[in-house]
């Protein structure tokens, strides 16, 4: 032992050893026992003193404070020399190394905190293989747990958490487990197992189940129980809408793809394909209005990778997503579009550098599944080939039992979806979209029989497809009462009650035959047991036959004419032949044929009144010609007439009135016939007069008559001109005269 007071203050410059006669430091204990040395403090407990403290420091700025110690002599360099304390900044508690042969006193000597390998934060973290730990236990490097090992967490909340660029994973190599938000499994070839968040769904080989168990591909039954004689599998027939993407083998080249490249990108088409060679600048063609938030697609491709890797990208933005090809082959990709995605747009692009030839693009929306319960024998590893039960049978099989599809769920039919049938709730429909619809009654004289409800809680056959017509030809039979209806409002109606009705509400009945030269025929019953042809429009002659009478009601008008500008009509007493346009001409164009009007001769009898015979080229009257009033019967041309025509003046009172006149302009000469009567007395005769035209005309006249019968010489005739009228005038010196005259003027 050794015991070396030291004055206050003082620097002690020699070296003390404990256990060696020749330290090498300052101070420097050895021993070959097992123990080295033992200091003690607060061996009485004091209060005020509450631990023992032992600090070696290389410097008063506290750096390399700590123990440091050297395994072997300084010829040794393999070895490390190690250390433990405080580092350089003094953040925490360092445990560490440094190769050997650094100088201990200096910046980059082993304590260091870049040298260290374990380490206390001040915080209270440890770090392993770091100095930065963010947890209570951070290690940078693999951590193996022996055997037997375990990690364990608390009994609330225990969880362990691995964070890589894909985010939350477990994994080893190219395969990894994905922690969320869905549960998956992928390696180098994709994701091969998912267990959906959000309902549970599991889904094998596929990224989007529809089901509890979602498997795309095959997959097999074996090993199981022997009391286990069959097993029933849900089989999801995957359904596709139509083709969304144009010229998706590139045979227009670029036509309805539009592109954007980025130098030294280039995309060239050629040869029913799409090339993209990219160092690495952008480049990628897409088709637009294409993709909808929340619908499902399904994406092929073939492509054929020089170097590099390509890409289809699924919309853009931060909701984009893309599905990358790294090597040459067909690829098929399904894609749930997010819900926050507004951006319809379809990619073929690169990913990275790259040189890729893209052929065959397609997406379609996958629109639903139609979903078969099939119950199968079991075989070895597999689905036997027989049916059991009442299931849906495979393809070629006999199905035993009902099948029901629930509320829009669709009955498809044909490789392409082309024939469905679902019902939505409220009504069931029928859809075909492609070629013919055939609707096929293949027995032997069966009919085809349409029943509906009757609107009184009953079912009624609104029309049939007879098949069974006793030889004639096939007929649909329409029961009485029931109607064909066409139009949006019933606009249009064929009905049988009593009798055959073709009702019509809005517009035009238009009835059309379209064959060249073919004709319209109304045929009806002839009142003799037979049918016979009424009207007849004739296609080849272009006209309209009417084969029986045609009848007219009261006030009802047969018109002629564009404008109705001719009619027949009778009001009930008379009858009317009206025209409005132009001349109304009657013609007889027969050879030597007549025209004569009849009509009631009085007797009961009917008789020709006019006759215009063609034959002898005259005007026949058979009867009496009446011209009432004044009314002329002109001969000759119009502008040198002839006329006769009756004046019936009646009455001439005392003074002198005008008896008759006629047109000076029209008429040189007139033949005035009168009877001049008044009781008992009569005179008759002709008064002949004329007038030299002149423009101040003269007129003469001379009076030719009959002996009174009577005295009628109180009634003197006479003639003038006044304005343009030759006047015959009557001067009476009593009342009461009656003067009339039948007038000849030329």
Known sequence: MAYIPFLNNAYFTAKVGIGTAGPSQIFEVSTTDYGVGKFTGNTDGGTGYVAAVVEIESNSNGRGRGVYLTHRDSTDTTDSEWYSGVPYTGTGYTIGNAPYGTSVNSDTGPAVLAQSRFFIHKNGDVGIGTTTPDQKLTVEGNIELGTGG??????????????????????????????????TYSNASGELFRIQSSNGDVGINTTSPDFKLDVEGTFGVSDLPDNLTSVSALVADEITGPELITNGDFENGGANWNGSQTSPATVTFSGGKATIVSPNGESAYRQQ????????????????????????????????????????????????????????????????????????????????????????ELGTGAFGPTPVGSYLPLAGGTMTGDLKLNDNVDLYLGTGNDFQAYHDGSNTYLRNLTGDLFIRQDRVDASMIFQCDDGAGGLETYFQLEGASGGASPFTVFP?????????????????????????????????????????????????????????????????????????????????????????????????????????????????????????????????????????????????????????????????????????????????????????????????????KKGLNVRSGTVYACHDGDTTPLVQFTETSTQDLGDTSDVTLSVDISGTNMRLLATVTSDDWSVKSLIRAI
Request: charge should be negative; proline fraction near 2%; glycine fraction near 10%.
């Open 150 to 183: 375990y990690i364990y967490g608390d009994t609330t909340t225990p969880y362990l958490r691995l964070n890589n660029a894909v985010g939350t994973v477990l994994g080893y190599g190219a395969g990894y487990i994905s922690l969320g938000p869905s549960f």
């Open 289 to 376: 209005s294409i993709l909808v938030p929340t619908n499902t697609y399904k994406a092929t491709v073939d492509i054929v990778v020089r170097s590099g890797s390509a890409k289809l990208q699924w919309g853009t933005g931060t909701n984009a997503s893309s599905s990358v090809m790294s090597a040459t082959g067909s690829y098929v990709f399904y894609k749930t579009i997010p819900a926050t995605n507004a951006d319809a747009l379809f990619y073929i692009a690169r990913s990275g550098a790259c040189d890729v030839d893209f052929d065959n693009v397609s997406v379609k929306q996958v629109t639903s599944a139609s979903n078969q319960i099939q119950k199968r």
């Open 480 to 676: 009485d009462s029931s109607t064909l209806a066409f139009g949006s409002g019933h606009d249009m109606r064929l009905y049988h009650n009593n009798g055959g009705f073709i009702d019509n509400y809005t517009g035009v009945l238009q009835f059309t035959n379209y064959a060249d030269d073919s004709d319209i025929v109304f045929r009806s019953d002839n009142g003799s047991g037979g049918v016979e042809n009424y009207i007849q429009i004739d296609g080849s002659e272009g006209r309209t036959t009417f084969n029986k009478t045609i009848r007219l009601n009261d006030n009802v008008q047969l018109q002629i004419g564009s404008s109705n500008d001719a009619y027949i009509t009778h009001n009930g007493t008379n009858t009317y032949f009206v025209n409005g346009v132009g001349n109304l001409e009657i013609t007889n164009d027969t050879n030597d044929g007549d025209i004569i009007f009849k009509c009631d001769n009085g007797s009961g009898g009917v008789s020709a009144y006019l006759t215009l015979d063609g034959s002898i080229t005259k005007m026949i009257a058979s009867k009496d010609i009446h011209f009432d009033g004044t009314v002329k019967a002109t001969f000759g041309s119009n502008a040198t007439p002839a006329s006769i025509y009756y004046n019936g003046n009646g009455d001439v009172d005392t003074g002198t009135e005008t008896v008759a006149n006629v047109a000076i302009a029209t008429y040189t000469a007139a033949f005035f016939d009168f009877v001049i």
